[in-house]
Nanobody, 127 residues
Framework: QVQLVESGGGSVQAGGSLRLSCVIS????????MAWFRQAPGKEREGIAG???????TYADSVKGRFTISHNSVMNTLYLQMNGLKPSDTAMYYC?????????????????????WGQGTQVTVSS
């Protein structure tokens, strides 16, 4: 069983920055694929950033060049640095991990491939 706890969300003005954190605990076999997702009101959850077992990132086009995913293996924490925030980035943000760190290589994360979820952290960007 994997536990995920997201934090770091908040309210910022357009152009601002936030860093989200996700503390990962529980049993994970090997080095997993890790990812960030978001869900805006009335919309489906979407993958925005992923990290494979070689720490190679992938990004959705909507966040490429503005968001950076990273992982601290000592702290068992996944991060999402978000710069140049836009009102369209307003959403609940979720992290997830899934065993087997090579299957996700080069793929923008897909909801159906991940089974564990945290409670999310809200990001609100005002214009």
């Amino acid at each position: 069983q994997v536990q995920l706890v997201e934090s770091g969300g908040g309210s910022v003005q357009a152009g601002g920055s936030l860093r989200l954190s996700c503390v990962i605990s529980g049993h994970i076999y090997g080095t997993p694929c890790m990812a960030w997702f978001r869900q805006a009101p009335g919309k489906e959850r979407e993958g925005i950033a992923g990290l494979d077992s070689d720490d190679e990132p992938t990004y959705a086009d909507s966040v490429k060049g503005r968001f950076t995913i990273s992982h601290n293996s000592v702290m068992n924490t996944l991060y999402l640095q978000m710069n140049g925030l836009k009102p369209s980035d307003t959403a609940m943000y979720y992290c997830s991990v899934q065993s087997g760190g090579s299957w996700c290589r080069g793929l923008v994360p897909r909801v159906r491939d991940f089974k564990s979820w945290g409670q999310g952290t809200q990001v609100t960007v005002s214009s």
